[in-house]
């Protein structure tokens, strides 16, 4: 199968109001060039580097999401041009974004990362806090950010039930924070979870964004 009709695969598969992240990371120029052709303008990746390198050759049309960790360091870099950051696992990355959108002029749209999974790997938020953070009322005070939503990433595992209770889990806080915090600065509409193996099952339990790699573009090779 080619890009195109894999784009075009999982968009049939989950309907208009899901958005399609196409996470291009390690892939060359061509294959974005080649989503591009087929009306994908939704891109991910993951390093700041690769990001900007990509950013400066493509089209200008094309909305690049930062969907991996994000030092504060390199926050910069990518404030000028950047779409949504999903991966805002801290305050003080926040605050560094906050920073770099004052210096640019703009508002930078940003999901908060939840921690949801098993492993200890994995960045993010807990629900509590989450819930300290929201309640103390200094988001307000940030007001070149924009906070869209959330974003989570299940455990890597074959068991479904474990995949599905924890999109589940994201989902009834991602409602839960809808309801109890209002800020001019924050909507909660746009729920970023589902990577390849899992996009189906995060629809299934409320997802709207998706971030998709290599069931697009094929397997990465990190050897090249
Ligand atoms: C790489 C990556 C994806 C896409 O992974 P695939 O399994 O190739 O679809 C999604 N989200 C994040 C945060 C990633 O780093």
Known sequence: ????SNIEKIKKETGPSVTL??????KPIEDIREAYAAGQLDFGENKVQ???EKESVLPKDIRWHMIGHLQTNKVKYIAPFVHLIHSVDSEKLLKEINKQGKKQNRII??????????????????ENELNEFLTSGRLAE????????????????????????EFKGLNTL??????????????METLSMGMSGDYALAVEEGSTMIRVGSSIFGNRNYNL
């Open 1 to 4: 199968m080619d890009i195109k």
């Open 21 to 26: 992240v196409a996470v291009s990371k390690t």
């Open 50 to 52: 690769e990001l900007t």
């Open 109 to 126: 749209n940003c999901l908060l990362q939840v921690h949801i999974a098993s492993e200890e790997t994995k960045y993010g938020w807990d």
């Open 142 to 165: 940030y007001e070149n950010i924009y906070i869209q939503g959330l974003m989570g990433m299940a455990t890597f595992t074959e068991d479904q039930r474990v995949v599905r209770n």
């Open 174 to 187: 991602f409602n839960k924070l809808k309801t109890k915090f209002q800020f001019p600065n924050l909507s």
